[in-house]
């Protein structure tokens, strides 16, 4: 039986983390935290909390980014600046490749264009500066942003402009599996 760790935000705890290990078989042990990754330094705690959990997993498959582009506050500023999110993810990538070789990071996935504090300019410019970066470091990328922007009003909830429907659930899901199949 092969170990999968599924980390991440809220894309993955009530998102494609709901269908990944149905579609993966009885093949596949699933591993993922009940609670929410959110921003990129509580990741990093998680990585230490649930340590025992990721030993021996053979693919660790990570999102993060919604939580860190928001601008929660009143002056505007991004809950984690560029450059903490870049220092902070290559540390959870680090961590994450000393467990096991093979580590995908999905890219933040966009938001509805009037979502109240997140911006696609700026989740694509995260994108854009972690994503080489990683690539550098062996990491494999699953381009979740590209696959939600071909119909985001097909894939994200109206009502929330951020969480995936039912519909992006399944798609994102389906490319999850997809990519850590290509480990065998």
């Not at 021996?56 to 903490?84: K, M, Q």
């Not at 979502?115 to 989740?123: E, Q, S, V, Y």
Request: hydrophobic letters at 40%; proline letters at 4%; one cysteine or more.
């Amino acid at each position: 039986m092969k170990k999968i760790a599924l980390l991440g935000d809220s894309v993955r705890l009530f998102g494609y983390g709901t269908k990944v290990p149905a579609l993966l078989g009885e093949e596949y042990e699933v591993y993922q935290p009940q609670e929410n990754c959110r921003f990129v330094k509580n990741t990093l705690r998680m990585v230490f909390d649930h340590a025992e959990e990721l030993k021996g997993c053979e693919v660790i498959h990570w999102n993060n980014g919604l939580w860190d582009v928001s601008r929660l506050f009143e002056d505007g500023e991004l809950f984690t600046s560029d450059r903490e999110y870049l220092e902070n993810m290559l540390r959870v990538a680090t961590l994450l490749k000393k467990i096991t070789p093979n580590v995908i990071f999905a890219t933040t996935t966009p938001v509805l264009e009037k979502h109240p504090h997140n911006d696609n300019a700026d989740i694509d410019r995260f994108n854009a500066i972690l994503v080489p970066k990683l690539q550098e470091m062996g990491i494999v990328i699953n381009d979740l942003n590209s696959l939600v922007k071909q119909d985001p009003k097909k894939y994200i909830r109206s009502d929330d402009m951020i969480h995936l429907t039912d519909e992006g659930i399944d798609a994102c899901a389906e490319q999850v599996v997809k990519y850590i199949k290509a480990f065998e």
